[in-house]
C-alpha cells in the first residue's frame, strides 16, 4: 500500500468523526435545552406577568370614522368650462380648472396649517398631549397630573430641549397626525377619514368637528378662487372692446357669480358625507394578546441563547 493509499483510507476516517462530533453537540444542545426547563419556565412567567401587566396599563383606543366624497356639479362644470376653455383660447386666464378636488381635501386635511389651526380653534391641546384616560362616568378626560391642571388650565410639565412648558404647533401637529388617518378612494375619490381617541363619544366629536371644519376651508378656499377669477374677468372687461370677447366675458363672469352665491349659502359645497361619523361600539386597541405574544417570543429566543452559550462553554472547556 503507498502513500496515497494511506491517504484515501484516512479521509472517511476524519468525515466519520466530524459526523460524530455534529451528533455529539446536537445531543448536547438538546441535553441542554431539557436540562434548563426551570430557566425557560421562568422566563415564561416573567414575560406574562411584565406584558399583562404592561397592557392593562394601556388605555382603551377607539376609533370613530366617515366616509366623504367631494361635491362636482356637473352641470355648472360643463358650462364654465366650455367657457374657460374659450377664454383660454381667447388669452385670458381665469384659472382654477385643472386641481382634482379630492386630492386637494386629502393634501389640505393633512397640511400642518389646518391641523394646527384646528386644534387651536376647539381648544383641545391639553386633550391630545396631557389625556392619560377617559372618565365614562362624568364623561370627561382624566390628564396626568404632571403635565397639566385641569382646573386652572395650566401646564405644569416640566420643559426639555426638545420642548416648551406648553406644546409647539409641531408638536401638536405630530401627535394629532398620529391619531388621524385620512386615505383616499383612486376609483371612486371617495375620502376615508378616521380619528381614533381615549373614548367613543370624543372620537366622534372630533371627527364631525373636522368635517365641519374641512367644509368651512374648502368653502373659503372656492368663494377665494371664485372671487379673484370674477376679479380677473371685470378687470378684462373694462380693458377690452372687442364685442365677442365681451360676451364671452360676460358669460363668464354671470357663470362665477352664480358659483360665489351657490358657495356662499351651501354648507356643504365641498364635501358631501357618505358615512356619518360612526359611535365606535368595540376598541380598537392595544391588542393586548399581541402583546402578550409576542414578549413569550422574546422569552423562548432568549431561552434559546441562554443554552446556546452554556453550549459554547462546554465545547470551549472540552477542547
Known sequence: MNNNDVL?????????????????????????????????????IIACVSSVYYSLGLPNLYRSEAVLAPVQDKKSLGS??????????????IGGMGVDKADLVVEVLKSTEFIS????????????????????????????????????????????????????????????????????????DFIKVSIETLAPELSKAWLSLLIAEINDVMRARALNDHNQALQSIEKSLAENQNADVRALLFDLAGEKRKEIIVASITPNYSLTTIDSPTLPERKSGPFRALIVLFSLVIAFIGYMAICMIKL??????SA
Open 117 to 188: 389651526r384646528f386644534i387651536r380653534k376647539h381648544k383641545i391641546e391639553a386633550a391630545i398631549i396631557a389625556a392619560k384616560s377617559w372618565d365614562s362616568a362624568r364623561q370627561t378626560l382624566v390628564y396626568d397630573p404632571e403635565l397639566y391642571d385641569a382646573k386652572t388650565e395650566k401646564w405644569l410639565r416640566s420643559p426639555t430641549a426638545d420642548r416648551g412648558v406648553e406644546p409647539s404647533d409641531e408638536e401638536l401637529v405630530r401627535e394629532f397626525r398620529a391619531i388621524l388617518v385620512v386615505n383616499k378612494d383612486k376609483t371612486t
Open 312 to 317: 459554547v462553554r462546554m465545547q470551549m472547556k
Open 80 to 93: 364654465l368650462g366650455s367657457l374657460s376653455g374659450l377664454a383660454s383660447a381667447a388669452g385670458f386666464n
Open 8 to 44: 484515501l483510507v484516512a479521509e472517511p476516517q476524519d468525515e466519520s468523526e466530524k459526523v460524530g462530533h455534529k451528533t455529539t453537540s446536537q445531543k448536547t444542545l438538546l441535553q441542554i435545552v431539557f436540562d434548563s426547563y426551570l430557566v425557560l419556565i421562568i422566563l415564561v
